[in-house]
């Protein structure tokens, strides 16, 4: 039986110890601090970055889920700087999406001009997403079939928005939700030694809460149209000025 989308959990697969919290950490802890359950999956350990060592940020991989009220794992996909877009790697992410059955995925998006591991980890989310809907996948006949309903992108820098894309804009200008995003990205220490990078994410949200008319949003793109079943469930348009 599949559960609610009230009920199922929010699976957010990230690169490295800090994608996540950087590119759609605010999302999270509005989550969260609503109620609902979100897991976190880091596909590796920034084995090849210039600044903290792979124990270092492990752990303030750690502390970051831990601020943004979210859960943890780790998982081995050839290293930071060596992903590569598989079969094989694909059907480890359909496995954790049958084993956690979300009703939502969050993943980075699959623009060209950004980190290579980035792309190819949403290359692969976007697969895993199909491949564990299909029942007849002999590697995952341990664990019953799941289709999620839907796949959202974040956009981890800049770089990585869609062009001409128009993204759902997310309102995380709570108090609350602002306070625990920046304190799970400032834990995330060994990678602020040379660029203010949550300065520079906290600035991405302030101009597209402008765009909409709150304090502070951050944007997702579905990688699907989305579908509703009543005008009432839709919210406003960004249309602000």
């Avoid at 995003?181 to 600035?203: F, N, S």
Wanted: net charge positive; charged share 20%.
């Amino acid at each position: 039986m599949k559960p609610s989308t009230e009920s199922a959990p929010v699976l957010v697969f990230g690169a490295h110890p800090d994608d996540i919290e950087f590119g759609c950490g605010g999302v999270i802890a509005r989550e969260t601090q609503a109620g609902r359950t979100v897991h976190l999956v880091v596909c590796s350990r920034g084995e090849s970055a210039t600044h903290g060592s792979p124990r270092q940020r492990t752990a303030e991989a750690k502390r970051g889920a831990a601020l943004l009220g979210a859960s943890l794992e780790f998982l081995d996909l050839g290293g930071d700087a060596h992903f590569e877009v598989s079969v094989a790697h694909a059907l480890k992410l359909a496995a954790i999406i049958r084993r956690l059955r979300p009703d939502i995925v969050l993943a980075p998006t699959v623009v060209e001009n950004q980190h290579p591991d980035h792309v190819a980890l949403g290359r692969m989310a976007r697969d895993a997403a199909r491949l564990a809907r299909y029942g007849g996948v002999r590697e995952l006949r341990s664990r019953p079939a799941h289709a999620i309903g839907a796949l959202y992108f974040y956009a981890i820098t800049v770089e990585g928005e869609p062009a001409g894309e128009k993204p759902v804009l997310f309102d995380v200008s709570a108090p609350a939700v602002t306070e625990a995003w920046t304190q799970a990205m400032l834990a995330h220490a060994t990678q602020a030694q040379t660029r203010q990078y949550c300065a520079l994410q906290i600035a991405r949200a302030n101009v597209l809460g402008a765009r909409c008319g709150v304090a502070a949003a951050m944007a997702l793109y579905p990688a699907d149209p989305l579908v509703v079943d009543s005008l009432a469930t839709l919210g406003r348009t960004s249309r602000r000025f």
